[in-house]
């Protein structure tokens, strides 16, 4: 059974940045295309960021191009998420989440999902 713990979220300071981590067993790593998820408060959960299994190709949500990084190290079987110059509307629990080979932008797609790790961002 594939199982995703995430970890690194916390309270940081607008224009701060945090990286959270997503370390995955049950299955092999590279075969995975890794997705960021977050939910706000009264909002539906919404993408981030992911990266296909293989190739190095990674997807952003408009919000965060420039300011967040997706990386993953197969050694590690970790998934990380770089977030800097966060702001207040970053604010959410972020969910780390995988599925097969190819990275995709809709939540449905994903078969397997993490707690989820608090990040939350004061003025």
């Known amino acids: 059974q594939v199982q995703l713990v995430e970890s690194g979220g916390g309270l940081v300071q607008a224009g701060g940045s945090l990286r959270l981590s997503c370390a995955v067993s049950g299955r092999t790593f590279s075969t995975l295309a890794m997705g960021w998820f977050r939910q706000a408060p009264g909002k539906e959960r919404e993408f981030v960021a992911a990266a296909n299994s293989f190739g190095g190709r990674t997807d952003y949500t408009d919000s965060v191009k420039g300011r967040f990084t997706i990386s993953r190290d197969n050694a590690k079987n970790t998934v990380y998420l770089q977030m800097n110059s966060l702001k207040p509307e970053d604010t959410a629990i972020y969910y780390c989440?995988?599925?097969?080979?190819?990275?995709?932008?809709?939540?449905?797609?994903?078969?397997?999902w993490g707690q989820g790790t608090q990040v939350t961002v004061s003025s």
């Open positions: 989440a995988a599925r097969s080979l190819l990275a995709s932008t809709d939540v449905e797609k994903y078969d397997y």
